[in-house]
């Protein structure tokens, strides 16, 4: 089995590695030819842990190829996945700009029969629509298939999602597609991985109807802890007494400062944009958006109540450097895509904070966005120091047992707002913190 990935990025790359992993011979295409040097040298482009030695045990073992030529892997494989970006416009939609040009790519270069993979996340009608153009470009000259196979993997935990993922959908018209489909799937298959064989259309209303669900469900919980800061009560016994219920289950159940990355924030906009535009108000995903942007914004009003400062007045933190632990959107990734950080950093700045920040491994993305109106430090301490109030942003491992009895030598000021919930209030105010967090103050 050949098998072409176009686009290697976060999706991308842990598709083609994995399934290179499973024994199928795969080609990963960019037009990002600075990455693919870099691939060819060993070097991988993201963070994501268990990525690199399975890269480097398939490129070394020739199962594994980089290139920017997306000519020569048209012809020379029978599945072609299409995994580029399908960021959000600025009215929400979906640009599908790089899928279209992908295709038009696929069209001018088909030599026979083809099966056409949809990986990126998708309108409704995507498919379909990628028919439409290589049909129009070759005129019916070669039979081929459009599939579309949307993935659910998580970053930070990628590439153990791909391997034993809670299902594999796959939308397709032919069964000829499907059969092919399951070969690329067979360890899966093997591994008794459920399959929801479907139409186009059901698979691409899958993911988004899947996405939007758990932006949802974080949202949800989310108010609940804001609703038990008022209240007095603690929303981790709420959740975890919630989660024992088999119909809710624990899962998503973390409050903190709202979601981001790369799916939720434009999967959620895409979905409602979708609805519109079939006459449907999709009232419960627009409230989920608007809300998770105040959430953001309520993490600052938080780190004002802590600080005594109404945080609503011009330059309300003049007087504040704050050291903020984590800038990526959730451990274990370099992703800053929507990370609840940048609002939240940039709202504190333009309420004149002085920022000192540390991320383990998210810092050089994070110098795009912020450039040098945030201080970059070493490591956690580096950033406590001199600082009045120390703010947790991202729940890396790391941040779990700092020696705060360290870090209360080297605070100005011993404020911690700790907006993950990842220490014990009492604890901490028992050391001498003056601290809060997200639903149990
Ligand atoms: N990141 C995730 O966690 C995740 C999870 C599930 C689904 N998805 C979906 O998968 C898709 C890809 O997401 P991602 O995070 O991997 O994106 P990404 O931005 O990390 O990678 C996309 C890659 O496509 C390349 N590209 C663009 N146009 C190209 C072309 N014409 N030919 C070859 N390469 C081209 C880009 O250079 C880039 O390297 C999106 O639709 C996303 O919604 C992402």
Redesign the pocket.
């Known amino acids: 089995m050949r098998v072409a990935v176009?686009?290697?990025?976060?999706?991308?790359?842990v598709t083609g590695s994995c399934l290179a992993e499973f024994g199928m011979h795969v080609t990963c295409?960019?037009?990002?030819k600075t990455?693919i040097d870099k691939l060819n040298k060993g070097q991988i482009p993201?963070y994501e842990p268990g990525l690199e030695s399975i890269i480097n045990r398939n490129t070394r073992d020739g199962r594994l190829k980089f290139t920017?030529d997306?000519s020569e892997s048209v012809k020379n494989n029978l599945v072609i996945f299409i995994?580029?970006?399908?960021?959000a416009r600025e009215d929400g939609s979906?640009d599908l700009q790089?899928v279209d040009?992908?295709a038009k790519?696929i069209a001018d270069n088909i030599n026979g029969y083809k099966v056409i993979v949809d990986?990126?996340?998708?309108p409704v009608g995507t498919g379909q629509r990628v028919k439409g153009i290589i049909k129009d470009i070759t005129k019916n000259k070669f039979k081929f298939d459009v599939v579309s196979n949307?993935?659910?993997?998580?970053?930070g935990a990628?590439v153990n999602d791909f391997m034993r993922p809670d299902r594999i959908v796959i939308g397709a018209e032919s069964e000829e597609a499907v059969a092919i489909m399951k070969d690329v799937y067979s360890a899966h298959y093997l591994n008794e991985a459920p399959f929801v064989i479907t139409n186009i259309e059901t698979a691409e209303m899958i993911?988004y109807a899947s996405n939007a669900f758990l932006a949802l469900k974080i949202t949800y919980i989310n108010e609940v802890a804001n609703l038990c800061d008022l209240v007095g009560a603690d929303v981790h016994k709420v959740a975890k007494a919630m989660g024992m219920d088999g119909r809710i289950s624990p899962k998503f159940l973390h409050p903190g400062p709202g979601y981001g990355?790369?799916?939720f924030p434009?999967?959620t906009q895409a979905l409602s944009y979708i609805a519109k535009t079939y006459g449907y108000d999709f009232q419960l995903v627009n409230t989920t958006v608007e809300v998770n942007e105040l959430q953001k914004l309520k993490m600052v009003e938080k780190i004002g109540l802590l600080l005594g400062v109404d945080h609503s007045a011009q330059n309300a933190f003049k007087d504040y450097t704050l050291g903020i632990l984590g800038l990526a959107f959730k451990p274990n990734t370099d992703?800053m895509?929507e990370s609840p950080s940048i609002t939240i950093i940039n709202e504190l700045l333009e309420k004149g904070a002085r920022i000192k920040a540390f991320d383990p491994i998210a810092m050089e993305n994070a110098r795009k966005i912020f450039g040098n109106r945030v201080h970059y430090c070493q490591d956690e301490y580096e950033t406590a120091e001199g600082v009045n109030c120390l703010v947790i942003l991202t729940e890396w491992n790391q941040f779990r047992k700092l020696d705060m009895n360290k870090m209360k030598a080297i605070m100005k000021d011993l404020y911690l707002a700790d907006l993950r919930n990842i220490y014990e209030p009492e604890k901490m105010k028992s050391i001498g913190f003056k601290y809060t967090s997200v639903g149990r103050s």
């Open positions: 176009v686009g290697t990025g976060y999706v991308g790359l295409v960019d037009i990002d990455k993201i920017t997306i995994a580029v970006g399908t960021p979906a790089y040009a992908v790519q990986k990126s996340t998708v949307p993935e659910f993997l998580r970053e990628a993911k990355g790369s799916c434009k999967d992703d895509r």
